[in-house]
Each structure stands twice: as C-alpha cells, then as structure tokens.
C-alpha cells in the first residue's frame, strides 16, 4: 500500500508543477498517509503472546510393595562331640575299689550281730590302706553303737584326708558315709538323753512313792485305834 501511495505522488508531481502551500498541502498529506500506514500494519506485526496452559497434574500409580522374603528358621546346629576322656590303669583300679566295698556292704546286711563281731575281729588293724580303713568303717557303722560308730567316723576322716592317689575315688564315697554316721549319731544321742530322761523320771516317781506310803504310815500311827467292840475297859467277870 506504501508503495502504491508513492507511486501517485510521483505521478502527480510529474503531470503538474504544484505551487509551495500545494506542496506542503501534499507532504502533509503524504506524512498522513505514511502514518495510516504504519498504524494499520502494526496490529498485524505485534503477535498476542500463547495462552500459559497449565499441565493437568499427572495420577501416579500407588508403589507395589515388594514381596518379602520368605522367613526361613535356622537350623540348630549340632553339638560338638564331647570327647571321652581316656580311663588309666589307676582309675580302673579306684574303680575296682569302689565295686568291691559296695559288695561288701551289701554282704554286711546280711550279717548278724555276733557275725558281724566276728568279722570286724578279723579284719582287724587296716593300717594305712585307704580300702581296708573303707571296708572296716562300714563294718562299724552296722554295729549301731556309739563307740563303733565313733571309731567308724575316725576312720572316714583319715581316708578323706589320705594323700594317696587310690584314694582319689574314694573320698566322696567317705564324705557321704562321714555326714550319714554323724546324723545317726546326733540321732542317738538324742535317743540316749531321752532315755536318761526317762530312767531319770521313773526314779523321781518311785522316790516320790516311797515317800508317800512313809507319811501314810505315820498318819496312821498318829491317829488312836478305836477299843474292840463288847468291852467298856474293864476286866470279865469270872463265872
């Protein structure tokens, strides 16, 4: 459009020569022109900006939990094996000890007392040996007499304290018997004192019965007996 309105301007200018206030009348003119066309080609060149969209928020799928792992239990391990301890020649025979004396307690039940005298007069003095001392304190503990049972708890003691190595073995067996005899023998003491209690009341009753029938027969010879019956004191008559 700019160009057609130059264009006729050139045409007019050329066909006419146009006086100065015409001129000006024309440059005013064009100087509209241009302006109309300027204004009429702006709102073409100016672009609205975009509409600002807002994105619609995106729904995430909820997480799949995942699955756990099964829960699988330990096995128990299993026990070391405990080694067995090996058996020497000395403990074999500390064994043997401890057979042979319990066979020969179970020999003495069996005894009577005057068979059990005996055989406590035949074994006679152990000395130093830790199994004979054994076998002649059982003996004496069968006896169920306090000197037996004294010498018996002697005997115990000089096994538990033996520092022989036989004796090893044998020393719980003795600590056992030691604590049985001295039950028993706190339990005859008991029975002993009770029993002189006893003696002891039964003497005090009889002295106290004596006593009684000695005031019983002063009582009666304090007290005058009365005169025969049919005699008034004096002499029959003779007939």
Known sequence: MFNDFCRVT?????????????ALLLASAMSLGLAACASSKAPDSVTAPPAS??????????????????????????????????????????????????????????????ELQNHIST??????NPVR??????????????????????????????????????KPLARLLAANLMNQRRL?????????????????IEQLNERLEAMRAIERSLIPRPPPPGSNGNRPSPQ
Do not use: Y
């Not at 005859?188 to 005090?204: A, F, K, M, P």
């Open 123 to 128: 074994m006679g003095d152990p000395g130093s």
């Open 188 to 204: 005859e003491d008991t029975v002993d004192r009770q029993s002189q209690q006893l003696r002891d009341s039964g003497r005090r």
């Open 10 to 22: 050139t045409a007019l200018r050329s066909q006419a020569r146009l006086t100065r206030p015409a």
């Open 53 to 114: 969209t807002v994105p619609a928020p995106v729904m995430e799928p909820p997480p799949i939990a995942a699955p756990s792992p099964p829960v699988t239990s330990p096995t128990p391990a299993e026990p070391a094996p405990v080694p067995t301890p090996a058996i020497t020649g000395t403990q074999l025979l500390a064994l043997g000890d401890l057979i042979s004396l319990l066979e020969h307690a179970e020999r003495l039940r069996s005894f009577t007392p005057a």
């Open 133 to 170: 001392q054994m076998q002649l304190a059982l003996a004496l503990s069968f006896t169920h007499q306090p000197p037996d049972t004294a010498r018996s708890l002697g005997l115990l003691q000089r096994v538990i304290n033996h520092t022989s190595p036989e004796s090893a073995t044998l």
